[in-house]
């Protein structure tokens, strides 16, 4: 499989917002140097515990900071934005960068109704049509073209839960799959609906698959999992709250108390995990590839601490040659 991370610009309680954009850039220099094939960067508004909104601003400042990783999106949420907008935005990355830019393409919306309101989300449902209109500037057939014009021209890959891989199929366009889907028996269904229906495009000749999914990789499996608690617990807090908040030390977690149901869903996210030795993981991994025929892996790992966040991602690119 080919290897690529996924850095959602996670903050960090009781630091600088603007921490999760510095880190993100350390960790890109980082995974390019141990020899990653692409890192990707998230789009997410108003979330205390993400700092990234505009992956095109994002990509631009890790594409100075590096020279050879591929840049991606994961991804520009297409009902946020009008199709040209995107298309200029990263025909000019693929000018900076050339041959380094992939654009994954989402359909989330905001999280809570006031975001949406912020985002003028109305409701109606033009996702099919404003991919088409993208795809079309992107490959120089629509009615206007954006400027540079560049070549390679940028691939369109595809974020897609359910019945977006059949959207993915239709469009020609590589698949980037994650989240529960993955562990349900849907999945083998889905992929091999995917493969079976896809049509050839200028963006893909052939199907490809992208798992996306937390991976945690440390010396010991106890080590692994409290790695892997700080993203947990948000996330458990995230269903009591309704609010994303920003990471939290092991320590500061441990300390305080936990509601009965918060501690099931904590317990129930990190047995569900990926995470452990480098044996282990690696045997996870080989099951995951087995059953999915997955092309690449994209590891969306986040946790409280930098310094094993790096080494688990070495480790992590130790396991997949």
């Known amino acids: 499989m080919r290897l690529s991370l996924l850095d959602r610009s996670r903050t960090r309680d009781g630091l600088p917002e603007s921490e999760g954009l510095t880190g993100s850039v350390e960790r890109a220099v980082h995974a390019e140097q141990v020899g990653y094939q692409r890192f990707w960067v998230a789009e997410h508004h108003a979330v205390p515990g993400i700092a990234s909104g505009s992956p095109a601003v994002l990509l631009a400042a890790i594409g100075a900071a590096t020279s050879r990783i591929r840049l991606g999106s994961g991804g520009v949420m297409l009902p946020n934005h009008q199709p040209l907008v995107v298309a200029e935005q990263f025909a000019m990355l693929q000018a900076l960068n050339p041959g380094r830019v992939d ?3 989402g359909r989330s919306l905001g999280f809570t109704a006031p975001v949406r309101t912020a985002l003028r989300a109305t409701g109606s ?4 049509d404003d991919l088409a209109e993208l795809r079309d500037l992107l490959d120089g057939t629509a009615a206007v073209t954006p400027h540079p014009v560049v070549d390679p021209p940028v691939r369109l ?3 897609a839960t359910g019945r977006g891989t059949e959207v ?3 469009f020609g366009l590589p698949l980037v799959i994650g989240g529960p889907v993955l562990h349900g028996e849907e999945i083998g269904e889905l992929l091999a609906a995917y493969r079976r229906e896809f049509r050839p495009s200028r963006h893909a000749a052939d199907p490809y698959v992208t798992i996306s999914l937390d991976v945690t990789v440390a010396d010991d499996a106890a080590t692994a999992r409290e790695l892997a608690l700080p993203e947990a617990w948000a996330m458990a807090r995230s269903r009591q709250s309704g609010e994303f908040p920003p990471l939290e030390s092991v ?3 441990r300390a305080q108390s936990w509601p009965d149901q918060v501690r099931r ?3 129930r996210s990190l047995d569900g995990a990926v995470a452990g030795t480098p044996a282990t993981v690696g045997a996870a ?7 999915t025929g997955a092309d690449e892996l994209m590891a969306s790992t986040s946790t409280y601490d930098r310094a094993a966040l790096l080494a688990s991602d070495r480790l992590l690119r130790d396991l997949v040659v």
């Open 103 to 105: 654009l994954g393409i």
């Open 265 to 267: 869903r904590v317990e």
């Open 125 to 128: 449902d033009t996702y099919e």
């Open 285 to 291: 991994l080989e099951e995951l590839q087995a059953r």
């Open 157 to 159: 890959s595809l974020l």
């Open 168 to 170: 993915a199929a239709r």
């Open 251 to 253: 320590a500061a977690i």
